[in-house]
């Protein structure tokens, strides 16, 4: 079992930044590529990024592509997802997901193939 636990979702105005964690609760954290998906209001969830396992390699949706950027930091079971020059759009609860899957990053796009969810941080952009 592993737990997450999101973190530093809130109200920014458009073009601003934030960065949100997500910390792990397991040590084999390294083994897990993780994701980060939202979800907006009346919409279903969304893939946002995900990163492997080791950290090398990582893959975006393209609606963030360029603005997005997700790191991890295996010593600390923390992966983050930094969040630049945002927009209106972005505004959803952001979730973090471990999925124990050593392959492709690309291949990590879809949230049913992830076995662990944290419980979720709003981010609101304001115009």
């Known amino acids: 079992q592993v737990q997450l636990v999101e973190s530093g979702g809130g109200l920014v105005q458009a073009g601003g930044s934030l960065r949100l964690a997500c910390a792990a609760s397991r040590r084999t954290f390294s083994s897990y590529t993780m994701g980060w998906f939202r979800q907006a209001p009346g919409k279903e969830r969304e893939f946002v990024a995900a990163?492997?396992?080791?950290?090398?390699?990582?893959y975006y949706a393209d609606s963030v592509k360029g603005r997005f950027t997700i790191s991890r930091d295996n010593a600390k079971n923390t992966v983050y997802l930094q969040m630049n020059i945002l927009k209106p759009e972005d505004t959803a609860v952001y979730y973090c997901?471990?999925?124990?899957?050593?392959?492709?990053?690309?291949?990590?796009?879809?949230?049913?193939?992830?076995?662990?969810w944290g419980q979720g941080t709003q981010v609101t952009v304001s115009s």
């Open positions: 990163i492997s396992y080791s950290g090398s390699s990582s």
């Open positions: 997901a471990a999925r124990g899957w050593r392959g492709p990053v690309y291949d990590s796009q879809r949230d049913n193939e992830y076995d662990y």
